[in-house]
């Protein structure tokens, strides 16, 4: 079972007599719980040294608060001890500092490090106005639904002093401290008791910015705060705002919205980030709620077997009801040893429910280290009778509610009585009219003769059937008659102005009844000329590809759907063209996109130029389009019509005097042979046109079965990618590196193989393309980082010490913003010392953008990181920037090795990068040595390193092991 004892700290020797008398020293798994309110930082730091002397091994955690809770009892202005003693409960803790996160959710995703397997609870006791806690509890619960969380906000009594969080060691005023508790015998009870009640009408933020508030209702925050609560109020803020919190929605849930202080200008900070538009309004504590549900909480807890009780209180709770809480505590402290502290916010919640930041709450922790609980038949008695003060306060809150729900009805029965008319008439942008039951007008607003140009006088008394066309008369006459029925109408009709212009408008007309019988009708018309223009532009828009005009997608297929339907009718075969522009970002990148749209309007003329009668044309977007030929269609005419395309694609285009040449790729579907629909051809048609792309281009495919299974095979290998790493299905092998000074290992290069359960082990020639295509990469690549890191630092601590490992980079991982963090985390996880760690880089990842790689390479080399190139002789390297670029070694590609002989082209170009690295100051590595001759003419040239088959191939790790065990790789 879990046992607490507390203590209130005093000095060092009443510590050391305390940890004496209850054997404290003796106890493998001790959590301490540290709560102090008025203190400074000269005394945290003794009381830390007290602490970490006699019980260097124990869990500390704590934080200050605005009091202490020791044995069910409240004080003030001292430091209580909790020490809870776990038999079967193993602890983890850890203190983060909120500067070494970019935002407070990347913290709480930090914290969730601690969680395991095993982790039933976690203690969290944020500290200082700079941590967003709701934020950062939302990113410990991220990936940990079922995790209960639990503990409070650290503050102060004193408004000059920061609050602290801290460990037995080190502490923060911008962080947090967290214990993660780990055992599959601990049982965890959470409860939380807090209701709130809406005060008052609800205000909209109208300025705002992240948890900063500088308007309400276009009013300075200190202005409606002083109205609506007064002067008093104001002024014993942050401490008062507890009491009176807003209530705001987030996520559909109503959740309490904190001041934390006030800003110059009568500006306010709260605790949680906050939208402009968020509507707000004023909160109360619900007593009645308050006190019914924490009796019901506490009938529940005593009938299960209960060990300790963690207390996380409010402050603002204290304040409103003492008595309560006093005997709430009480109540808790019969039950079982609760201790705790009264917090600046309280922190609930688990078992998939999100921990939430709450307000003037009481939240506790029941631990019981006997998995197998059972009911227990305490005969306690839960009572509370408010005193009078409460009742009062309770009843004031019903009062003010009441009379802000009849003010509310009051003022919208009045609203709509004023604005009745005016919304008809005097503020409607749309024009209003109305009639008598014979259709003579009778009154129109300013917005009617405002748009057709008559006034009042000219147009009351007149038909209204004098503003429309004769030939729409009839129709608008049955519209009104229906509408004198009873029936709401709506219609367009055209209706011409004093000055003669007719514009198209949407007419409502409306039933005026009075005492149950119509005495006329009211008619709203809206002009929707321009609408009807763009709703027509719309609908080009939809159908036609707005650069060439020519049909695009949508309206292409559907034109497909219905060839298709009188095909399968008259049994002829159609055949659908796809035709993809070959290299045409060349084009785009020489002359930019707007001479390449300029092309590409030349290039669809062309095309449709070349078809014969019967075909229809579409662009599909970017550079591709897409023809049917319905007429005639076999096999020699479609070839014939394919080329005759790819011949008037072939002539040059002229631009500002220049002439750009460009060729095509086809690929063609036939129906029926190649699909039933027009969804099959469309996707076989692409098919047969990547088969001609990947052929060179300038070239017409025909669909065959054969290629569709290769795309299949293609999505299936992506399928199966994205779930690899997932299952487990990656591992890793070492190929080790030699000095061939000495002859000795000196490292190994980390290198990704693929066991697929059914497709066996897969090539990573086929599928890290396909991985850096899908963006894939990046998540592999730092599976591979970290993994080689933590088995390069398992090799060390088993007495290699001085053993080094590569990995390999690719250009999309290498590209990423976060990637030097990444590689920071592996080292950080695994504690490999940096210089043991090489990135290899190929030439063409630097080439990217090369002032983004120097700067990452030397970010990398000032973290202690080496930084190699990979493949070097076979890329675009340039000697005017290679002098330049933060390097520490060259790998010599495998291609120069492989023919390596004496009085070869191979071995003066090998020898001229050994003398470059030799001269650059950085070393050099031969990959891919196979003979023992290469290895003698490499250390005749004084190449530095070498890796290949001669020495070993790639090795598991325990083949690598045993390698290091023998020294005897080079003898293989």
Request: charged share 25%; proline share 3%; glycine share 6%.
């Amino acid at each position: 079972m879990a046992k607490t004892i507390t203590c209130l700290y005093e000095n060092h020797e009443q510590l050391d007599h305390f940890i004496e008398n209850h054997e404290l020293c003796d106890y493998p798994n001790l959590l301490i719980q540290v709560f102090l309110s008025k203190i400074d930082r000269s005394f945290l730091l003794q009381l830390q040294k007290d602490i970490s002397s006699r019980l260097p091994f124990a869990t500390v955690i704590g934080c200050t608060g605005a009091g202490e809770i020791i044995e069910g009892q409240m004080i003030e202005n001292k430091a209580v001890i909790s020490f809870t003693i776990f038999e079967k409960t193993e602890l983890k803790s850890v203190l983060l500092h909120q500067d070494d996160y970019e935002n407070s959710y990347d913290m709480g995703k930090s914290l969730a490090r601690l969680v395991d397997f095993d982790t039933k609870a976690m203690l969290v006791f944020p500290a200082g106005a700079n941590v967003d806690a709701q934020t950062l509890l939302n990113g410990l619960y991220e990936g940990n639904p079922e995790l209960v969380v639990a503990g409070g906000l650290a503050g102060s009594n004193i408004k000059s002093m920061e609050p602290y969080s801290f460990t037995g060691t080190e502490w923060t005023t911008q962080g947090a401290v967290a214990v993660a508790l780990q055992s599959d015998q601990l049982v965890v009870e959470s409860y939380s008791n807090y209701k709130w009640q809406e005060i008052g009408k609800s205000f909209a933020i109208t300025k705002a910015k992240g948890k900063n508030i500088y308007s309400i209702d276009h009013k300075k925050p200190i202005q409606i705060l002083k109205q609506y609560l007064g002067k008093v109020f104001v002024e014993d803020l942050p401490d008062s705002a507890n009491e009176f919190p807003f209530i705001m929605k987030d996520k559909g849930e109503k959740v309490p919205l904190f001041i934390l202080d006030i800003l110059k200008n009568g500006a306010i900070r709260v605790n949680r980030e906050i939208s402009e538009g968020e509507e707000i309004t004023f909160a109360y504590p619900d007593i009645e709620g308050i006190v019914g549900s924490s009796l019901e909480n506490m009938k529940q807890l005593a009938k299960k077997q209960v060990d300790t009780i963690f207390v996380y209180d409010c402050m603002a709770r204290k304040r409103f009801a003492p008595d309560f809480t006093e005997k709430e505590l009480a109540m808790l402290q019969s039950i079982s040893t609760a201790n705790g502290f009264f917090a600046y916010g309280e922190i609930a919640g688990g078992n998939t429910k999100t921990p939430q930041l709450l307000g003037h709450a009481l939240t506790y922790l029941a631990l019981s280290e006997n998995n197998g609980q059972k009911q227990l038949n305490r005969k306690l008695t839960f009572k509370y009778m408010p005193p009078v003060y409460l009742k009062n306060a309770t009843a004031l809150i019903h009062l003010m509610q009441a009379t802000h729900n009849d003010f509310y009805l009051l003022n919208e029965s009045l609203k709509v009585s004023e604005q009745y008319y005016e919304s008809l008439f005097n503020t409607n942008t749309d024009l209003v009219f109305s009639t008598d039951l014979n259709g003579q007008i009778k009154n129109v607003n300013p917005a009617f003769e405002k748009t057709l140009g008559y006034s009042k006088d000219e147009i009351i008394g007149k038909s209204a059937m004098r503003l429309i066309k004769s030939e729409d008369v009839p129709r608008v006459r049955m519209h009104f008659s229906k509408a004198l029925k009873g029936k709401e109408q709506y219609y367009n009709v055209d209706i011409q102005s004093s000055s003669g212009e007719t514009n198209l408008f949407q007419i409502k007309n409306i039933p005026i009844i009075v005492n149950d019988e119509c005495v006329g009708i009211y008619g709203i018309g809206r002009n929707i000329t321009e609408q009807k223009k763009i709703e027509d532009k719309i609908t080009e828009l939809a159908y036609y590809d707005h650069d060439t005009g020519l049909p695009n997608r949508v309206k292409f297929t559907k034109q497909l759907e219905h060839m298709l339907s009188r095909a399968k009718k008259k049994k002829r075969m159609l055949a659908v063209l796809s035709i993809d522009i070959d290299r045409f970002k060349l084009i785009n990148d020489s002359l930019g996109h707007f001479a390449g749209d300029m092309v590409l309007k030349e290039l669809a003329y062309r095309i449709e130029k070349a078809l014969p009668s019967g075909s229809y044309i579409g662009r599909f977007g970017g550079d591709k389009f897409t023809v049917v030929l319905s007429k005639d269609v076999d096999v020699e005419e479609v070839m014939k019509a394919s080329k005759m395309v790819l011949q008037e694609i072939s002539n040059p285009v002229g631009h500002k005097g220049q002439d750009f040449y460009v060729t095509a790729s086809i690929g063609v579907s036939l129906y029926p042979e190649d699909g039933q629909d027009e969804h099959s051809l469309l996707k076989n048609a692409d098919i047969a046109t990547n088969r001609s792309k990947n052929q060179g281009g300038n070239r017409i495919t025909f669909f065959s079965n054969e290629m569709n299974e290769q795309a299949i095979t293609r999505l299936e290998l992506e399928s199966y990618l994205r779930r690899a790493l997932q299952k487990k299905e990656f591992y890793l092998m070492y190929q080790p590196l030699i000095d061939l000074e000495t002859g000795e290992i000196f490292g190994s290069e980390a290198l990704i193989r693929w066991n697929h359960p059914k497709l066996g082990l897969v090539s990573p020639a086929d599928f890290i393309p396909l991985a850096e295509e899908t963006g894939l990469i990046e998540e592999i690549g730092s599976w591979v980082l970290r993994t080689a890191c933590m088995q390069n630092k398992k090799w060390q601590l088993l007495g290699y010490d001085r053993i080094s490992v590569s990995v390999n980079v690719s250009a999309f991982q290498f590209q990423q913003p976060g990637f030097l963090k990444e590689v920071k985390r592996a080292l950080n996880d695994s504690k490999l010392e940096p210089h043991y760690l090489t990135l290899e880089l190929t030439e063409s990842t630097m080439l990217k953008n090369v002032d983004y790689s120097i700067d990452t390479m030397r970010s990398l080399q000032n973290l202690g990181v080496k930084v190699s190139i990979d493949d070097f002789g076979t890329g675009y390297s340039s000697l005017s920037y290679l002098k330049n670029l933060p390097i520490n070694t060259l790998k010599i590609d495998r291609s120069f090795i492989n023919n390596l002989r004496v009085n070869t082209s191979d071995i003066a170009i090998v020898k001229a990068i050994i003398t470059m690295g030799h001269g650059l100051a950085v070393k050099v590595l031969a990959e891919g040595v196979e003979t023992k001759e290469q290895i003698e003419l490499l250390k005749e040239l004084k190449c530095h390193y070498a890796q290949g088959f001669y020495i070993h191939k790639p090795l598991l790790i325990t083949d690598f092991e045993k390698g290091l065990k023998d020294k005897a790789v080079l003898e293989n």
